[in-house]
T-cell receptor
Framework: GENVEQHPSTLSVQEGDSAVIKCTYS??????FPWYKQELGKRPQLIID?????GEKKDQRIAVTLNKTAKHFSLHITETQPEDSAVYFC???????????FGGGTRLMVKP | DTEVTQTPKHLVMGMTNKKSLKCEQH?????MYWYKQKAKKPPELMFV???????INESVPSRFSPECPNSSLLNLHLHALQPEDSALYLC???????????FGQGTRLTVV
């Protein structure tokens, strides 16, 4: 089955700096890659996603890049703010599209 | 309505109790999911329903019994649970496989 590795497990940045979180996946047939943000005690919320026919997608301060050949994708957050502090999960959809496999999560701390 | 609603938000139950978790969505989504999330871990898929039929059971013990009474509702019946089953149980739905999944706020379950 699909295996998703996520790094780093914790990331501390100064407010205003950029943050980058990286994920690799094993199933070359995976074609959908969402990123979720989970604040303490709350539900995972989709922040951005990308499909395998696109190499990059941007939404304001958040961008995701996908390298299908290398089977890795990354989340980029620019001009970080304290409210960006949360756990971020990457995920990959299997080739049947009926289940998501999550990475282990990255705890992002943005220091004011 | 873009919400997935779960009840109850918190549940404490004994190992001999029978209880049910409920999930409801009115977005017309045809795929619904149960996930289990332990502290500081990613969500783990338990069950997937597609068009009200169980399509995936990720080798979940029989003390967890899912039910999909109609296209808007998903239940998880609990019986004879163990303390290690204590976790956040998340329901999610998506319009179809491989599309954006929306999570409910979860039920925090404690088995005593």
């Amino acid at each position: 089955g699909e295996n998703v590795e996520q790094h780093p497990s914790t990331l501390s940045v100064q407010e205003g700096d950029s943050a980058v979180i990286k994920c690799t996946y094993s199933d070359s047939a995976s074609n959908y890659f969402p990123w979720y943000k989970q604040e303490l005690g709350k539900r995972p919320q989709l922040i951005i996603d990308i499909r395998s026919n696109v190499g990059e997608k941007k939404d304001q301060r958040i961008a995701v890049t996908l390298n299908k050949t290398a089977k890795h994708f990354s989340l980029h957050i620019t001009e970080t703010q304290p409210e960006d502090s949360a756990v971020y999960f990457c995920a990959a959809s299997n080739n049947a599209g009926n289940m998501l496999t999550f990475g282990g999560g990255t705890r992002l701390m943005v220091k004011p | 309505d873009t919400e997935v609603t779960q009840t109850p938000k918190h549940l404490v139950m004994g190992m001999t109790n029978k209880k049910s978790l409920k999930c409801e969505q009115h977005m017309g989504h045809r795929a619904m999911y149960w996930y289990k999330q332990k502290a500081k871990k990613p969500p783990e898929l338990m069950f997937v329903y597609s068009y009200e039929k169980l399509s995936i059971n990720e080798s979940v013990p029989s003390r967890f019994s899912p039910e999909c009474p109609n296209s808007s509702l998903l239940n998880l019946h609990l019986h004879a649970l163990q303390p290690e089953d204590s976790a956040l149980y998340l329901c999610a739905s998506s319009q179809d496989f491989g599309l954006v999944a929306f999570f409910g706020q979860g039920t925090r379950l404690t088995v005593v």
